[in-house]
C-alpha cells in the first residue's frame, strides 16, 4: 500500500516537472543575406521548439523546405542545390541559457539571455554561443536570438556562378512564444 502510494506520488511529482516544459509549436525563424549584388530572405514559421525554465535548456526542429521566399526560383533553387532538402530535410538546435539564473519566469520583464549549444545544418554539426532575450509577459515566454551561420562551415557548396549573390555570413533570427504544454 505505502509503495503504491510512492509510486503514484512519484508520477504526480514527473508530470509537474514535466508540465513545466514550454512549447512553441510555430516557431519563427528565418534568415537575411546581404550582398551588393542582391538580398535574399526566406522565412519558417512552422519550427517547433521547447524551453525548460527549470534547467534553460532550450531546443527548436524545423523542416528546411518550409522556408519560404518571394520568388520561387530562390526557392527552388535553396532546396535543390545549397541544402539539398530531400538529403537533409531537418535542421536543429540544442542548447542552453548558460544564464538562466538570471531569467525570473514568474515576473513580466525583458531578460537578456546567453545562449549555448549545437547547431545541426545539412547534417553538419557546430557550437554555437549567442545573445538573446527572454520576455515574459503574463503566461507567455517569448525568446529572441540572432546568430551569424556560415554555410561553408556546413558544408554547403554555392556555385561560382552565384557566389557573389550569397553571403558568405547569413543572419538567422529565431523567435518564438512558448505555452505551457
Known amino acids: 500500500m ?3 502510494i510512492l509510486i503514484l506520488a512519484l508520477l504526480g511529482i514527473f508530470q509537474i516537472q514535466n508540465a513545466q516544459k514550454l512549447v512553441s509549436k510555430n516557431t519563427h525563424v528565418w534568415f537575411y543575406s546581404h550582398t551588393p549584388m ?3 530572405e526566406a522565412h519558417n514559421r512552422q519550427a517547433v521548439s521547447i524551453l525548460d525554465p527549470a534547467t534553460g535548456e532550450l531546443g527548436f526542429n524545423l523542416l528546411v523546405k518550409s522556408f519560404e521566399f518571394k520568388i520561387a526560383l530562390m526557392q527552388e533553387h535553396f532546396n535543390e542545390n545549397y541544402m539539398e ?3 537533409y530535410p531537418k535542421a536543429a538546435f540544442k542548447g542552453k541559457i548558460t544564464n538562466n539564473a ?3 519566469y514568474k515576473k513580466d520583464g525583458v531578460y537578456p539571455a546567453e545562449v549555448t549549444g549545437d547547431l545541426t545544418i545539412h547534417n553538419v554539426t557546430k557550437s554555437i554561443t549567442t545573445q538573446g ?4 509577459k503574463g503566461a507567455a515566454v517569448t525568446a529572441r536570438a540572432e546568430f551569424i551561420v556560415k554555410p561553408s ?3 554547403i557548396a554555392i556555385p561560382a556562378v552565384v557566389e557573389n549573390k550569397i553571403a558568405k ?5 529565431v523567435d518564438g512564444t512558448y505555452a505551457s504544454n
Open 2 to 4: 505505502k509503495s503504491g
Open 102 to 104: 538570471a531569467v525570473d
Open 38 to 40: 542582391e538580398d535574399i
Open 153 to 155: 562551415d556546413y558544408g
Open 85 to 87: 532538402s530531400d538529403k
Open 169 to 173: 555570413e547569413v543572419k538567422v533570427t
Open 133 to 136: 532575450t527572454i520576455e515574459v
